[in-house]
Structures are given as C-alpha cells and as structure tokens.
C-alpha cells in the first residue's frame, strides 16, 4: 500500500522513523478541489443517490451522490469536470437517473490512497474551501 510520507509522520511520533523507498505521489489530482455541502436532497428518480450542492471556492455545483456518510458542512475533496483521477476514471459533466451531475465528491481509494470506499473522504473542518487537493495533503510545497 502507499501513502504520504508526511502523512505518516503526522501519525507516528517515532524518531526512527525513516521512509524505505519514496516515489512520485499518485497523479490525478490536477483539477480537484477542497469542497464544502452546503446542501443535501433526496435525488427524486433514486432511493439510493443524493444531490448536494457543493462549494468548490467561487461556484456551486450540484453533484449527484450515492454516499451514505455525507453531511452539510463537511469538507470533502470534490473532482471537477476535467479531472483524470488516479484510478483512470475521467470526471465528465454527466446526467444520473435524470439529474445533472458537474463533478464528483470523492472517496480514499478513488484518489489512489488507500482501499477504503466505505463512503466520502472526509477532510478536516478547518480545509479551505477551493484549496487544490494536492496542496491540501502536503504533495505541492
């Protein structure tokens, strides 16, 4: 498995700590986002989907969601249309059980890190909104 070195630093305490092998961080983070809900609706076609409106630093977009651990007010990093993610899948302005959906809100192992897909990556409240991802989890210094 990888992951961030500064990550892992934040986490563990250890003085000895020291990186085995380091590599190029996963690529695909070019056009994602720190994102906000500022909203959640019941999608009207869908049981299981929801439409959030959603902060992304100077416009809102409305994304069609099928997490169930989203809430209003939660920081989440959000793919923007454009966006190539690591795993391959390339975000597209798209329309879901008749809803039109302009982005994607992210769970870890859509980004590259890790396995987890039990819902949403959930980022610290204190994340600026329309801050780039990648600066977010240290990877442009």
């Known amino acids: 498995m990888k992951f961030l070195f500064d990550w892992l630093k934040n986490i563990l ?5 020291v990186a085995k092998e380091t590599g190029k961080p996963a690529i695909g983070f070019e056009n994602v986002v720190v994102g906000r809900i500022l909203e959640i609706q019941k999608h009207p076609n869908a049981d299981r989907l929801q439409i959030t409106k959603t902060d992304v630093g100077g416009e809102i977009l409305q994304i069609v969601c099928g997490a169930k651990n ?13 966006a190539k993610l690591p795993n391959g899948l390339e975000i597209r302005e798209t329309q879901i059980r008749g809803e039109k959906s302009f982005g994607m809100l992210c769970a870890k192992d859509e980004l590259g890190l890790g396995d987890d897909h039990s819902g949403i990556f959930i980022l610290d409240k204190n994340a600026e909104v329309g801050m780039k991802f990648a600066k977010y989890i240290n990877l442009n210094k």
Do not use: R, Y
């Open 70 to 82: 989203i809430e209003v007010g939660q920081k989440v990093p959000v793919a923007l249309v454009g």
């Open 13 to 17: 305490s250890s003085e000895k700590l």
